[in-house]
């Protein structure tokens, strides 16, 4: 019972897109995390990551987005109670795409570490990426120069690649993201 009131209180993707307010939220499991405005380094390296994606992808099925857009990570639409903004991520198919958010899990999930979302980034997201369905899931760290690729359709397949790396992109036959230019 206890179980079922706590249900209740949990907002929807419905309640987060009706708040009337400048801050950037994302919702895990019905409960608002505020977002902390990101760093000049942060976006940088968001937007050097985005730009080899878009190149690359240009003509093709896949498409790229950056944040702030919202993915509605469960496919529930304005019920889902998991909203997310990743910095970077890939959808294959458009279906899941409409005007105001992406409905379902994307094939590819790209975070940049920030001190105050690390171990969201590393913990909590990365099960809830899992359990939704996401192939792979990258964790950027501007700090150590370093990108974790974490391949969950193989249930916990991860490599570290180092700067001056190239790293393979298992959802994309094909491509490589140069960890020179993410860095550079």
């Known amino acids: 019972m206890l179980a079922r009131k706590l249900d209740e209180y949990r907002y929807t993707y ?74 970077v991520f890939v959808v294959c198919d458009k279906e899941k795409l409409n005007s105001r958010y992406c409905n379902g899990a994307p094939d ?35 700090e150590l120069q370093t990108v974790t690729a974490h391949f969950l359709a193989d249930d916990s397949d991860m490599t570290v690649f180092n700067k001056p790396a190239v790293v393979p992109v298992r959802v994309l036959d094909g491509f490589e993201i140069d960890l020179a230019d993410v860095f550079e």
């Open 108 to 142: 590819l999930v790209i975070e940049v570490l920030s001190p105050s979302s690390k171990r969201l980034d590393r913990e909590i997201k990365k099960a809830l990426y899992c359990e939704a369905g996401v192939r792979e899931y990258w964790l950027v760290d501007p």
């Open 14 to 87: 419905a309640d987060y897109a009706s708040w009337d307010d400048d801050t950037r939220y994302e919702i895990i499991d019905g409960i608002p995390v505020a977002m902390a405005a990101p760093t000049i380094s942060h976006q940088r390296i968001c937007g050097n990551v985005y730009m080899q994606f878009r190149n690359f992808l240009r003509g093709k099925k896949c498409e790229v987005f950056m944040s702030p857009v919202d993915v509605c990570l469960f496919g529930k639409g304005d019920s889902d109670k998991t909203v997310v903004q990743p910095d």
